[in-house]
């Protein structure tokens, strides 16, 4: 079956402007996280949903940073007024969730920002 | 709060020599464990997780770890490594399934 696919899988974008990236989990997991990953360094978790939950946004870095989660599918990541410093590959995985015997998490290929 | 940290950022090998990758975590309470590799231009795959019992665990392509609990470790071995386990390696933790935490990499070379 399908992976986790995101889109697009790269972006270059002008200091300043908004972004969006995408992400469509795989059919019928519930979980779904967002990670970055900067050069040489490891993921930093930014956001986590779970069903029709409250998302976990503990991990944003700043309000420029929003993620919603349509009809328990696909997200979209948002990143406003885009800074240098956002430049990194951006990770999106799901998981079964709750009620499984482990909700292993399964990565996208990701999304390569670039903001110049 | 947790953190994972991996000491070692490369770590070349030759062909057919043991490897041993380290991670420590810290976190007060009780973690789950796992190790990701990420093949080149690929996206992160499990490798092998910790979850509760055997401190042992087996994973893919003979690669195994042992938790360590008075440590707070859970370093990655292989026996003998190939050239096709060239790749960067995440170890996580999580308690809660909600939140992971990822340490930087370690990224393995093998030379021929």
């Known amino acids: 079956g399908a992976g986790v696919s995101q889109s697009p899988s790269n972006k270059v974008t002008e200091k300043g402007k908004d972004v969006e990236l995408r992400c469509d989990p795989i059919?019928?997991?519930?979980?779904l996280y967002w990670y970055r990953q900067s050069l040489g360094q490891g993921l930093e978790f930014l956001i986590y949903?779970?069903?029709?939950?409250?998302?976990?946004k503990s991990g944003l870095p700043s309000d420029r940073f929003s993620a919603e989660r349509t009809g328990g599918s696909v997200s979209t990541l948002t990143i406003q007024r885009t800074q240098q410093e956002d430049s990194a590959v951006y990770l999106c995985a799901s998981s079964l969730g709750p009620g499984s015997s482990y909700n292993e998490q399964f990565f996208g290929p990701g999304t390569r920002l670039t903001v110049l | 709060a947790q953190s994972v940290t991996q000491l070692d950022s490369q770590v070349p090998v030759f062909e057919e020599a043991p490897v041993e990758l380290r991670c420590n975590y810290s976190s007060s309470v009780s973690v789950y464990l796992f190790w990701y590799v990420q093949y080149p231009n690929q996206g992160l795959q499990l490798l092998l997780k910790y979850l509760s019992g055997s401190t042992l665990v087996k994973g893919i392509n003979g690669f195994e770890a042992e938790f360590n609990k008075s440590q707070t470790s859970f370093h990655l071995r292989k026996p003998s490594v190939h050239i096709s386990d060239t790749a960067e390696y995440f170890c996580?933790?999580?308690?809660?399934?909600?939140?992971?935490?990822f340490g930087s990499g370690t990224k393995l070379n093998v030379k021929p």
């Open positions: 949903f779970q069903g029709n939950s409250a998302p976990d």
């Open positions: 059919s019928g997991h519930t979980a």
């Open positions: 996580a933790v999580t308690n809660n399934f909600n939140k992971f935490y």
